[in-house]
């Protein structure tokens, strides 16, 4: 299921900039300077940051030579291996446990509180996990309500105070509630922020206190939301809000809306931080666990 609705989120992708990709690989007839630059140039057009795209040429060139490859196709073959490779060479971190809270963080508009739908949809599919929603964003009447209604859909318990209140007694009260309940999990939906805004980056460093006040903190889980269509911009995004949390994974959202799609490894290679899951789409169904392998075989492959 990852895979093809995967596949059919990277089609933007795959029929603009990776399209010349992949016709290079199908029409080039020799291996020349020419062939290279054209390369580089693909993998920059598609959100690879230049020193990245750079690392990732030399590799190739290497595995070419050394392996004497004389076909574009195996070419291709090869540089999808070493995307693989740098998705997972630089995304170890030790597994949690199950996590008991998941803090979402984010500008505003990426899709944080429908990440937060999905989530509770993901989990309960694939755990059997009962989740409790914690209404965070009380700067928004409007967001409070949107939570309530996916509450509603999907039979969940929400944690919700009037509009203006202060988001850690939200937290607490969430974490107290689902003690009681014996919910597994807490989602937490948090006010879309300015990453440059140091007051709003401290309620969120206060937020994180009280979880680990309440909560051990290998049952916390930090996750950043990413717009996958705002492209570099992500990246200084991720910087900044990983200077105030420990951030343990990144959602991307919107993928089928970019035409580009390298952002998500430029994330993964600069930062460290592993994408823990994708909204490929926007149905509660069109939201995956990453997997660098279908990830890439989704980009290069013609079809």
Not at 38 to 57: A, G, H, P, R, T
Not at 79 to 86: D, G, H, Q, Y
Not at 227 to 255: E, V, W, Y
Request: glycine share 4%.
């Amino acid at each position: 299921m990852f895979k093809s609705s995967l596949d059919r989120a990277l089609q933007k992708a795959k029929s603009t900039i990776f399209s010349r990709l992949n016709n290079y690989f199908t029409s080039a007839k020799t291996i020349d300077q020419s062939f290279w630059d054209d390369l580089e140039e693909c993998l920059i057009e598609s959100d690879v940051s230049y020193q990245l795209s750079q690392n990732l040429l030399s590799a190739l060139k290497n595995n070419v030579k050394a392996k004497k490859i004389n076909s574009t196709e195996t070419i291709k073959d090869e540089l999808k291996n070493i995307l693989v490779s740098e998705f997972e060479s630089s995304a170890q971190k030790a597994p949690k446990q199950l996590p008991f809270v998941i803090i979402l963080l984010g500008v505003n508009g990426v899709g944080k509180t429908t990440a937060a739908a999905k989530l509770a949809y993901y989990y309960y599919n694939k755990h059997n996990i009962e989740s409790l929603f914690c209404a965070g964003d009380t700067f928004r009447a409007a967001a409070i309500d949107q939570l309530a209604i996916w509450a509603d859909k999907l039979q969940c318990d929400v944690v919700k105070h009037k509009e203006g209140s202060d988001p850690s007694a939200v937290l607490y009260d969430s974490i107290q509630a689902a003690n009681a309940r014996s919910k597994e999990l807490i989602i937490v939906d948090t006010a879309g922020r300015l990453h440059t805004k140091k007051n709003l980056m401290a309620e969120l460093e206060k937020m994180m206190r009280i979880a680990k006040r309440e909560v051990t903190a290998d049952k916390i889980e930090v996750f950043l939301v990413l717009d996958a269509t705002i492209g570099q911009n992500g990246l200084m995004q991720a910087k900044i809000f990983s200077q105030h949390l420990p951030i343990d994974g990144i959602i991307i959202t919107k993928l089928d809306g970019t035409a580009k799609g390298g952002i998500a490894l430029s994330i993964v290679k600069e930062l460290n931080i592993p994408i823990k899951f994708v909204s490929t789409g926007e149905t509660l169904e069109d939201f995956e666990e990453f997997s660098s392998q279908a990830y890439c075989d989704a980009l290069l492959n013609q079809t």
